[in-house]
Nanobody, 124 residues
Framework: QLQLVESGGGWVQPGGSLRLSCAASGFTLDYYVIGWFRQAPGKELEALSCISSRGGGTKYKDSVKGRFTISRDNAENTVILQMNSLKPEDTAVYYC?????????????????WGQGTQVTVSS
């Protein structure tokens, strides 16, 4: 069974950090583009970042550029989203997704597999 599972969410004070993991079972993440998205209550799904397959590059939306870093841990078949300098407006459910469509990054329709999401809450 092909599955993505996010972990690492939780509560953090403004200015703090969290490290989200996206782990795969049943397939090798390195062959897929991996995207991170989030959805806050009452808001649309927002694309944040993506990492290309097999050593390709990364992209970041302006809202997270300089604060979030996406990377691969191929030994663990995992993609990491390191989130620093968190703000209350970063509060949302965070999702990872895997896709093979050429050029996919910020369009959620280009992804084939999705995790169940992990809650991130930033508040004092």
């Amino acid at each position: 069974q092909l599955q993505l599972v996010e972990s690492g969410g939780g509560w953090v004070q403004p200015g703090g950090s969290l490290r989200l993991s996206c782990a795969a079972s049943g397939f090798t993440l390195d062959y897929y583009v991996i995207g991170w998205f989030r959805q806050a209550p009452g808001k649309e799904l927002e694309a944040l970042s993506c990492i290309s397959s097999r050593g390709g590059g990364t992209k970041y939306k302006d809202s997270v550029k300089g604060r979030f870093t996406i990377s691969r841990d191929n030994a663990e078949n995992t993609v990491i989203l390191q989130m620093n300098s968190l703000k209350p407006e970063d509060t949302a459910v965070y999702y990872c997704a895997a896709g093979t469509s050429r050029g996919v990054c910020y369009d959620p329709r280009g992804y084939d597999y999705w995790g169940q999401g992990t809650q991130v809450t930033v508040s004092s």
